[in-house]
């Protein structure tokens, strides 16, 4: 069964919830998917939902599938903006963000803190992400992806078919992939099972992340902790347009800094530019 839900000029903010310094003070959640079911959310107007310290903007805590879609004539959007610790649209604090599937509307998501825009809270996977159509800006927060892990999570079986989709990495982390080395030290997250067959790609990784791949490592975490970058896996371009950068070590395709980049495959049509820079 599916749920379906329409938001047409929806503004809720809830931002102001909650206490970043004491965690057990949960912030709200503007809105909030859980149960087993599928839902899909009709996107009409504009949209606006803000959440509180530790909940994601739109927070999926459901282990179905949530679809964002403009359907209707009426152009739709929808711009989320994370909690502290947590990511724009997927998991809140500790909260994986999984099953996430947007077909159409501009969506633009922005993780709070340690969260990815799209995908995983602080220390949670962004996993089995798909984006077939639409307009998509995700922008991690500190050491979230774009799209994937939060601070210390990866990313994994991320695919786009189609759309405009621009993903932008925060502190050390992928614009695609994983998430960077947390307050705690170990390993940056990983980019694993990334598949692009279409529509025009814009990812950008920062400080030592990938653009699609690993996360990366501060030079504190590597000196302190023995931290390495995320490792890049499993990463195939079929078609579309796709423009990736990785900085400070970072590769543009494949591994964080230290991290290690295998089995990239380019093939088709695909218009592919990947660089990596120094700053």
């Known amino acids: 069964k599916v749920l379906n839900l329409t938001l047409k000029d929806v503004k809720i903010d809830v931002s102001d919830t909650g206490d970043q310094y004491d965690w ?11 149960g087993d079911g599928n839902v899909e959310i009709e996107l009409d ?25 403009d359907d209707n004539k009426e152009a739709g959007s929808l711009t989320a903006t994370g909690g502290f610790n947590s990511a724009g649209i997927g998991g809140g604090y500790l909260g994986d963000g999984k099953n996430i599937t947007i077909t159409g509307g501009t969506v633009t998501a922005t993780g709070g803190s340690s969260g990815a825009g799209i995908g995983g809270g602080r220390e949670g996977k962004g996993e089995n ?9 995700a922008t991690g927060n500190e050491d979230g992806a774009g799209i994937g892990g939060g601070s210390s999570g990866s990313g994994e079986n991320i695919t ?22 947390g307050a705690w030290g170990g390993d940056a997250g990983s980019g694993k099972n990334i598949t692009i067959n279409g529509g025009t790609v814009n990812a950008t990784g920062t400080d030592g ?15 302190l902790w023995g931290s390495n970058g995320g490792n890049g ?6 078609g579309g347009k796709v423009n990736a950068s990785g900085a400070y070590g970072g590769a543009g395709i494949g591994g964080g800094v230290n991290g290690i980049g295998s089995k990239v495959t380019v093939s088709g049509a695909a218009q592919v530019t990947a660089t990596a820079t120094g700053s």
Do not use: P
Not at 233 to 238: A, G, M
């Open 24 to 34: 057990d003070q949960k912030g709200k959640a503007a809105l909030s998917v859980q």
């Open 45 to 69: 107007g504009n949209n606006e939902l803000k959440s509180g310290t530790q909940s994601a903007g739109l927070e999926k805590n459901s282990t179905g599938t949530l679809t964002l879609k």
């Open 129 to 137: 992400i798909t984006i077939t159509g639409g307009t998509v800006n």
């Open 160 to 181: 786009i078919n189609d759309g405009k989709v621009t993903a932008t990495g925060g502190n050390y982390a992928a614009g695609i992939g994983g998430g960077s080395v």
């Open 209 to 223: 992340g990938a653009g699609i791949g690993g996360g990366g490592a501060a030079a504190s975490d590597i000196e």
């Open 233 to 238: 896996e499993d990463i195939t371009i079929n």
